[in-house]
């Protein structure tokens, strides 16, 4: 049976384990079954009574490429063993961060279907305030478009200029949002809304429903959004919740 390269590396790996090195091919005999006359093309043949193998002494390099393939690792096995026991150190190669893309919107935060628990407006200039319309529904997505639908909105009330005061949304609205730096800005591209404002005893009539461009500022968590402005002088702030 012939011996592979495989084996006679293998025999080479094992006893240098050991804590010896292989600096001469005769040293191969003290591995058992290792030198065999399959070997003789790489080392010569055994002589018998000799511990050696007899060598060529030609000056013409063998072209045997096992012989090559043999004595590299034997050369190496040497340098390692007059240098001590190693250990072989693998550095593993980083692994490649994720690479996150930012949501249109300018803050994933913001994405989802929010319900208005609260508006508040502090009427600066009438002395008075209006407060409530529970119930509308804010859908922001992640390309920045949007809505807000009043379907099941509730009347906001309070006082204004010492009258009564009570607002109802109704309809909804399509938008786009973009978030920067803090900042909400709502840009209404569809209005569909009307607001019914009853005010002391006179006659409710619902109007267009009119947008007042500009920012909010908000803050926003998984559970709830609050957004704050300012418009004329009159204080707004929504708090938004999911549910």
Sequence with gaps: MAISEEDVLAAIREYSQRGNAVSDPAELESLPGVYTEELSPLYGPRVRGSSSPVTSHSSTP????????????????????????????VTPKPSASPVF????????????????????????????????????????????????????????????????????????????????NGSLTLTVTANNATVTVTQGSSAATPQAYVVTPGAYAYTCTAKMLTLTRSVSGDQETQTYAKP
């Design 62 to 89: 063998s072209s045997s490429p096992l012989r090559l393939l043999a004595l590299a690792p034997l050369a190496l096995l040497a340098l390692v063993a007059c240098g001590g026991p190693t250990t072989a150190t």
């Design 101 to 180: 893309s930012p949501v249109a919107i300018g803050d994933a935060c913001l994405v989802g279907n929010w319900f208005l628990a609260d508006e508040k407006v502090v009427l600066a200039n009438n002395n008075g305030s209006v407060e409530g319309g529970a119930g509308a529904k804010l859908i922001l997505a992640a390309s920045g478009q949007g809505s807000l639908d009043f379907t099941a909105s509730e009347p906001a009330s309070g006082t204004a200029g010492g009258s009564s005061l009570s607002i109802l949304d109704a309809g909804s609205l399509s938008l786009t949002a973009l978030a920067t």
